[in-house]
């Protein structure tokens, strides 16, 4: 933005001294440098959070993440024929996966310990535990976000894909396995699945011509507020 416009000015009041002669060039990037910049940075997200709701029909609670609530219509257009809608529009089936990849975790996690006390062999790099502490300790910030600010479905993107990664380190531990027989079968359903919700909500995500209804009937099980 243009240094004397408003909003630089508004802006220019979160940058202290030593961190401006930094950006100036006058100075090094110095520890005291590097403090200064981030508490202005702090400060700026505290007083854009001040005057942000903490409600909005589009919002999404961290306790309704994996049921993917909250899609957002950001815009729609018509000619007066037709409507094309673009949406941010969650697979209503990829959701609920990464979810199982969570819980899966925590059965891996408990069923590791309880073998390591009887003695049995047990995964030795504990990759499922430190995906798992950390998605607990994204979701964790996502709660304490939410006590200041509404929340939108984007900002569980990496929590949603690290139970995709979960779940994907726990087919390969069981593929090959007596209780991984099914494991190949399944995912062939679960992708075929996912596909399928794709195709059905692609025309909102590439904001192609579908009509009021044809928006209206995707929008189940979603909560999507189709205009006309």
Do not use: K
Not at 76 to 84: E, F, K, L, P, R
């Amino acid at each position: 933005m243009p240094a004397g416009s408003p909003a630089a000015s508004a802006d220019a009041r979160f940058i202290e001294s030593a961190y401006a002669a930094y950006i100036d060039g006058q100075s090094a990037l110095t520890p005291s440098v590097a403090f200064a910049a981030a508490d202005g940075y702090r400060r700026y997200m505290a007083a854009d959070l001040a005057g942000i709701g903490l409600g909005d029909r589009n919002g999404s609670a961290p306790w309704a993440w994996p049921l993917a609530r909250g899609a957002i219509v950001y815009r729609w257009d018509s000619d007066g024929v037709t409507i094309s809608y673009l949406a941010l529009a969650p697979d209503l089936m990829a959701w609920p996966l990464s979810l199982a990849g969570v819980l899966g975790s925590i059965i891996m996690a408990i069923g590791d310990r309880l073998a390591r006390r009887r003695g049995r062999p047990t995964d030795p790099s504990g990759w499922n535990s430190l995906l798992l502490i950390s998605w607990c300790t994204m979701m964790t910030a996502d709660i304490a976000l939410a006590q200041a600010s509404v929340m939108y479905l984007y900002h569980y993107f990496m929590p949603l894909v690290l139970g995709w990664v979960m779940g994907a380190s726990i087919v390969r531990r069981t593929i090959g396995t007596a209780s991984g027989r099914l494991a190949r079968p399944a995912l062939l359903l679960a992708a075929a699945a996912i596909m399928l919700g794709f195709l059905l909500l692609a025309p909102l995500a590439f904001h192609r011509p579908s009509g009021f209804q044809g928006c209206a009937e995707r929008s189940w099980g979603l909560g999507l507020h189709c205009g006309r």
